[in-house]
């Protein structure tokens, strides 16, 4: 039995559109949340009067009926798709069979999301349908509220990622301090090594990542930097994975702090502060709650410590230099933004909570679970110790 | 010194516009040809007047001036986002400022990709710029002619390819044979134990896999199928593994055929056919012919036989159920077609050619090269042996 989606039945209600359509591969997340099918080639979903249906290539058809949340697949030759082909570039035919396939299903008017190809979109108008992009990005919405199903999936990958944390955890206290920097196994010990073993952990439990953070020194201190080299002694190490599960494709999403040897007593200082705003953002998640307001929590306990935060200087680089959190599910950034201006949040909501503070040319600390937000409260998905970790 | 494109800037001529405009994250294959920059995050690259400029976010700015192909690098704060954030959703505040960034380089139309976002062009169609999709996906052909660095990026993946080809080999190897299936270290060898082996081993080299395709059996013979479950002996094995170099983001693709144990007289007769066939299409590769021709010295070795083409019967799931070969470069599938209707090759296309040999419900073999063609012929960027591999 197919999910339905009322939220996105009244979106088409109220914008006077018959459907919702979608063209991408299998990894766009949409496209996989609608249809419940993954392919590597472009294929086509429609939602409309509450059903989904699908347009795949005949290579697609068989194991799209089998594997899709949904028995109403057609094929691109049902719609004269050879015989288009041979009078223009097939990418283009497929266009236009898109268009068949629409009308067939009396469809005159579609909403698409805002990654919507332009050339599709320009050759359906061309062939008299009304394509009005999604401003309101209500799929994402709908998407952003989990099932039991869902936050399932999202804890199972948490569970991996808390093994892969293990073993990472486990390198650092195996590891010995020379010249200020991790060695083991005689060789010095690098971001690159840890990042190995972790992303092999998790192929062993069917989870895959893109990428992960382990930076030590002052790389910790910056956003998109992955970290390199060797890690340093006495000085935080941050590690931050988000892996995705192979066969479910849920992300999660979590970030420990480490020390080999003796942390700083400004380091402690700045991990306590980090740990108090976790827990005042903590203290606040519910469903009726603004994402701002949760940032407010957790910016409310920096600045009377006296550091940036964003709220106070939106280009600050040191101290708390990012927002508290963002959802997580089939992509590992979604809605809804603990930020400002971040949306109410809604019981289902899966949720980042990863206060930090950092100092450019030191280095940083930051903590980060994986929650699920209730009517009361939230439900932590993680277990991992959430205090400095001294190895 | 940054790249210049001939090829698109004398495109942009023909279709009178003055500029091609890609929006996405790094992760697309356009944008970071063009932009020489990956990112997690949506940014805008320009090509106009035979330079490349983006925009990107603030917290991008700093990796992007060092990291990209080029020093012409805004941000959004230059165009008054945050001011423009204030007053609606942040994401259609940033297509607002691409126009702003588009009117202050003086640019009033642009070609796109087709997959170019329906959202960003109907604003920057509102805001009087004209937006003209790249129908003759021009930046496909202009990227499917590799450079000397290309060909070397994606020589050093088919390297690591090779080193986990071994290595699932050496697995197969080593298996042992009981009740028709094989076995390793007391347990039943099967697809997945295989495919995890062989991804741990691109890891080992810097390169990572969305997937691969172990199969044996009936999965041999499913095009799309990965292959799961015990390995069969006596069987074909098709081994076909696609892995991307995590540094340069270049594929690689070749596949294999293994029979653990004794090979019938009937996949013998096969897999000779595909080889005499994988011979037949080197003999015709070389720069000036068609890809469809290519195709065609395949599909005479095949049809010769009396077995079923894509070219004699375009539903065929028996016989030669697939295409010779496709271009690979950032992605794993992109132009040229080594197929009918393929279009004509030029020196410096890499490509695969693959022949195969299927029956549904019984299996398949197949052999994957991956070549550059040249004024005079190609240079094979495999290295490793083509014979149905006995073990």
């Known amino acids: 039995m197919p999910p339905t989606y009322p939220r996105l039945s009244s979106h088409l209600e109220q914008t006077n559109t018959d459907g919702y359509l979608i063209e991408a591969d299998g990894d766009d997340s949409n496209q996989y949340y609608l249809s419940g099918y993954h392919a590597p080639d472009d294929f086509v979903t429609l939602y409309a009067d509450g059903d989904v249906s699908l347009l795949v290539s005949g290579l697609e058809y068989t194991r799209a009926k089998a594997d899709s949340d949904t028995d109403a697949v057609r094929q691109l030759s049902e719609f004269d798709y050879w015989e ?5 570039d097939p990418r283009n035919a497929r266009k236009l069979v898109t268009a068949d396939f629409l009308a067939d299903a009396g469809i005159e008017s579609v909403t698409v999301p805002a990654s919507f190809p332009t050339s599709t979109a320009d050759v359906l108008r061309d062939q008299g349908i009304d394509v009005v992009w999604d401003e309101e990005y209500v799929l994402t919405a709908v998407r952003a509220v989990k099932s039991e199903r869902e936050i399932a999936h999202i804890e199972e990958t948490q569970r991996a990622n808390e093994e892969a944390m293990a073993v990472a955890e486990d390198l650092l206290e195996r590891a010995a301090v020379e010249d200020g920097v991790l060695h083991l196994d005689n060789e010095v010990l690098t971001s690159e090594a840890v990042r190995e073993r972790i992303e092999i952990a998790l192929l062993e439990q069917e989870c895959g990542m893109s990428d992960c953070i382990v930076a030590s020194g002052a790389a910790a201190a ?9 890690l340093e002694a006495n000085a935080p190490i941050i590690i931050d994975i988000f892996p995705r599960h192979k066969r479910t494709r ?19 200082e700045w991990y306590e502060l980090a740990h108090e705003a976790y827990e005042a953002a903590l203290a ?14 957790v910016c409310d306990v920096f600045e009377a410590e006296g550091y940036p935060t964003l709220r106070t200087d939106r280009s600050t680089t040191d101290g708390f230099n990012h927002s508290t959190g963002h959802g997580v599910g089939l992509d590992v950034h979604e809605a809804p933004h603990l ?15 990863e206060p930090g503070l950092y100092e450019q040319g030191t280095g940083g600390v930051r903590i980060e679970d994986l929650l699920v937000v209730t009517d009361d409260g939230y439900e932590n998905l993680t277990e991992y110790p959430t205090d400095l970790r001294v190895v």
């Open 222 to 230: 910056r956003g998109h930097d992955s970290g390199s080299g060797p």
């Open 284 to 297: 606040t998640l519910q469903a009726g709650v603004s994402g701002e307001a949760v940032d407010d929590a």
């Open 339 to 353: 930020a400002q201006q971040g949306e109410e949040l809604e019981a289902g909501h899966v949720v980042t909570v």
């Open 84 to 88: 288009k082909a041979e009078k223009m």
């Open 250 to 268: 849920y992300f999660a999403d979590m970030t420990r702090t480490f020390v080999k040897g003796e942390p700083s007593d400004r380091i402690e």
